[in-house]
């Protein structure tokens, strides 16, 4: 076997989220407000919550590695601090390149056309403006959204969830990415388009990518990635084979 | 059930030495001073299309669309003359006194929505920002092309205005481009300050309105700059007129105006200005490139 390539070195990383706003109740009153001017007291609506708690895992070269774990497990905060786009607390995170992530959530403009959405979503992921105009009837084909009818020239608000889905992970999916990390982009798309994702996930694997996928549906885990990695509230339960990790998750899961 | 790979070359390394053998870069960490200024350079399509991408989705609903950029001021204009121009029938020392006032007015609110965008340009990016890599001063910059779109109109509008009030065009109106970039740049400054500091006390934006009033009456906007050395102590006089708004307006007044009465000498205003856009502008891009990495975390 050759000698394997690490992409994602991940070192007793501790990721906490402070969270303002978290009212307790009775310290939401101007009175209590005032009251902590005065006395000089640290605003209690400032909570703080530990959200990763000392993971390391290497991840290499060519390996699509799923991650797992019940809701709130840290498996969301776990791939944005791989990006680079949450700080570590403690430990520390080194990465190939510039991973990238493809969340269900990132934001686009709902008032654009899913069109003008394309082209800003590709020059935030730092393509150039030709690679931008060569892409964008690309990036709209693969999505599928122009299938029923001229859907790219409206705006995005007018799309139903699963559209926008295809159309950002179609926009992510058109670079080249040493790490890509996917979170649950997958899961609204129909079965055609699933299959489709799953093909290109696998194509950006063969150009020695490497893949993270979270989802909860067992079945595209299994089909995608050989290796799991089960996070556990913050902490990391089992990391190994995905038949084995995901055969102790739904022990766990059924067990409750 | 950790460690599957137990026949591996790099098992007796440590995490962080693996890491550096095979040159892997510490995740989200910030560039330094120089690389950071390259990577803003090759976003700048991504700044431009976005600045652009704001305006057009700011008028989306409205049935004129961006014919509102230009009746924004018109309107502004408007309100004004019919209370000072019809109700008041301010006279103030100066000559042409709606056209002052608009001025006045138009260059103080291209500074101010520049500074309300940039306190929200992080906190209310939030989700873009949690989603993609790319250099952050793009945000607080993209508010200030915004805005400078927005008074591109207005000082259409303010051409028209100043020629119906029967001021004579002269070359001096050029002087209104470098005007207006100083100022730019000034504003561009203040967004990155404002949006480093907005990302962490969101009481700033509640703060904001009043700390844009109190300096739009320091600004000399709906009076004659004249009152400020006939009420005020030399000392605060002074003062004020180092105001870098009341600066740029004074700049404004001066290129569009004839006899607009001035609180500093021409040359004085020009090295205030300068001193002003490159104090602001290069402190804010420092103040904020020293807190890049903090901006996921919201």
């Given at each position: 076997m050759a000698e394997r390539i690490p992409t994602i070195v991940a070192d007793d990383v501790h990721v906490v989220y402070r969270v303002h706003g978290a009212g307790t109740p009775g310290t939401g009153s101007p009175v209590a407000g005032l009251r902590r001017l005065v006395t000089r007291s640290r605003p209690p609506t400032i909570r703080e919550v530990h959200a990763i708690k000392g993971v390391s895992f290497t991840a290499y070269r060519g390996e699509a590695?799923?991650?797992?774990?019940?809701?709130?497990?840290?498996?969301?905060?776990?791939?944005?601090?791989?990006?680079?786009?949450?700080?570590?607390?403690?430990?520390?995170?080194?990465?190939?390149?510039?991973?990238?992530?493809?969340?269900?959530?990132?934001?686009?403009?709902?008032?654009?056309?899913?069109?003008?959405?394309?082209?800003?979503?590709?020059?935030?992921?730092?393509?150039?403006?030709?690679?931008?105009?060569?892409?964008?009837?690309?990036?709209?084909?693969?999505?599928?959204?122009?299938?029923?009818?001229?859907?790219?020239?409206?705006?995005?608000?007018?799309?139903?969830?699963?559209?926008?889905?295809?159309?950002?992970?179609?926009?992510?999916?058109?670079?080249?990415?040493?790490?890509?990390?996917?979170?649950?982009?997958?899961?609204?798309?129909?079965?055609?388009?699933?299959?489709?994702?799953?093909?290109?996930?696998?194509?950006?694997?063969?150009?020695?990518?490497?893949?993270?996928?979270?989802?909860?549906?067992?079945?595209?885990?299994?089909?995608?990635?050989?290796?799991?990695?089960?996070?556990?509230?913050?902490?990391?339960?089992?990391?190994?084979?995905?038949?084995?990790?995901?055969?102790?998750?739904?022990?766990?899961?059924?067990?409750? | 059930m950790t460690d599957t790979v137990v026949v591996d070359p790099d098992s007796h390394l440590s995490q962080a030495e693996l890491a550096a053998k095979h040159g892997l870069t510490v995740a989200g960490a910030r560039p330094g001073l120089a690389a950071y200024t390259r990577r803003l350079w090759s976003y700048r399509h991504f700044i431009s299309a976005y600045a652009n991408a704001r305006i057009v989705s700011s008028f989306s609903t409205t049935r004129l669309g961006r014919l509102w950029q230009v009746l924004t001021p018109v309107t502004n204009a408007a309100v004004y003359y019919l209370i000072f121009g019809v109700v008041l029938n301010t006279k103030a020392d100066v000559p042409n006194f709606i056209a002052y006032l608009c001025t006045g007015l138009f260059v103080f609110v291209f500074s101010q929505s520049a500074i309300q965008g940039g306190v929200q340009a992080i906190s209310g990016n939030l989700g873009l920002i949690r989603a993609l890599q790319f250099p952050r001063a793009c945000l607080p910059i993209a508010v200030t092309l915004t805005q400078f779109s927005n008074m591109v109109a207005s000082i259409i509008v303010l051409i028209g205005i100043v020629l119906i009030t029967g001021e004579p065009i002269s070359v001096e109106w050029l002087v209104v481009v470098?005007?207006?970039?100083?100022?730019?740049?000034?504003?561009?400054?203040?967004?990155?300050?404002?949006?480093?500091?907005?990302?962490?006390?969101?009481?700033?934006?509640?703060?904001?309105?009043?700390?844009?009033?109190?300096?739009?009456?320091?600004?000399?906007?709906?009076?004659?700059?004249?009152?400020?050395?006939?009420?005020?102590?030399?000392?605060?006089?002074?003062?004020?007129?180092?105001?870098?708004?009341?600066?740029?307006?004074?700049?404004?007044?001066?290129?569009?105006?004839?006899?607009?009465?001035?609180?500093?000498?021409?040359?004085?205003?020009?090295?205030?200005?300068?001193?002003?856009?490159?104090l602001a502008g290069v402190g804010g891009f420092v103040y904020f490139w020293l807190g890049e990495q903090e901006y996921g975390r919201g």
């Amino acid at each position: 076997m050759a000698e394997r390539i690490p992409t994602i070195v991940a070192d007793d990383v501790h990721v906490v989220y402070r969270v303002h706003g978290a009212g307790t109740p009775g310290t939401g009153s101007p009175v209590a407000g005032l009251r902590r001017l005065v006395t000089r007291s640290r605003p209690p609506t400032i909570r703080e919550v530990h959200a990763i708690k000392g993971v390391s895992f290497t991840a290499y070269r060519g390996e699509a590695i799923g991650l797992i774990g019940t809701n709130g497990s840290g498996k969301s905060t776990l791939l944005r601090a791989v990006a680079g786009l949450l700080p570590v607390d403690r430990g520390a995170l080194y990465a190939m390149g510039q991973p990238s992530l493809l969340g269900v959530n990132a934001a686009l403009m709902n008032d654009l056309s899913g069109e003008r959405n394309v082209e800003l979503g590709c020059l935030a992921m730092g393509m150039s403006k030709e690679q931008v105009r060569e892409q964008t009837p690309k990036i709209i084909e693969f999505s599928g959204i122009n299938d029923r009818g001229e859907f790219s020239s409206l705006p995005m608000r007018t799309y139903s969830s699963g559209m926008s889905a295809r159309l950002r992970f179609s926009i992510a999916a058109a670079k080249r990415h040493d790490v890509l990390l996917i979170d649950e982009a997958l899961a609204t798309g129909d079965a055609q388009f699933r299959r489709r994702s799953e093909e290109r996930v696998r194509e950006l694997r063969a150009d020695a990518g490497t893949v993270f996928l979270v989802s909860h549906t067992m079945a595209s885990i299994v089909d995608t990635c050989e290796r799991s990695i089960w996070l556990e509230s913050g902490v990391i339960r089992a990391d190994g084979p995905t038949d084995e990790v995901v055969k102790q998750y739904e022990d766990f899961t059924k067990r409750k | 059930m950790t460690d599957t790979v137990v026949v591996d070359p790099d098992s007796h390394l440590s995490q962080a030495e693996l890491a550096a053998k095979h040159g892997l870069t510490v995740a989200g960490a910030r560039p330094g001073l120089a690389a950071y200024t390259r990577r803003l350079w090759s976003y700048r399509h991504f700044i431009s299309a976005y600045a652009n991408a704001r305006i057009v989705s700011s008028f989306s609903t409205t049935r004129l669309g961006r014919l509102w950029q230009v009746l924004t001021p018109v309107t502004n204009a408007a309100v004004y003359y019919l209370i000072f121009g019809v109700v008041l029938n301010t006279k103030a020392d100066v000559p042409n006194f709606i056209a002052y006032l608009c001025t006045g007015l138009f260059v103080f609110v291209f500074s101010q929505s520049a500074i309300q965008g940039g306190v929200q340009a992080i906190s209310g990016n939030l989700g873009l920002i949690r989603a993609l890599q790319f250099p952050r001063a793009c945000l607080p910059i993209a508010v200030t092309l915004t805005q400078f779109s927005n008074m591109v109109a207005s000082i259409i509008v303010l051409i028209g205005i100043v020629l119906i009030t029967g001021e004579p065009i002269s070359v001096e109106w050029l002087v209104v481009v470098p005007a207006l970039l100083l100022q730019s740049v000034f504003n561009a400054g203040v967004a990155m300050i404002v949006a480093r500091l907005g990302a962490k006390l969101a009481d700033l934006k509640q703060l904001i309105p009043f700390i844009m009033r109190t300096w739009m009456y320091a600004s000399g906007v709906l009076y004659s700059v004249v009152l400020f050395e006939r009420h005020l102590p030399l000392w605060a006089a002074r003062l004020l007129e180092a105001n870098p708004l009341l600066v740029y307006i004074e700049l404004m007044r001066h290129a569009l105006l004839e006899g607009a009465p001035l609180a500093s000498p021409v040359p004085v205003l020009w090295a205030l200005a300068v001193g002003w856009a490159l104090l602001a502008g290069v402190g804010g891009f420092v103040y904020f490139w020293l807190g890049e990495q903090e901006y996921g975390r919201g």
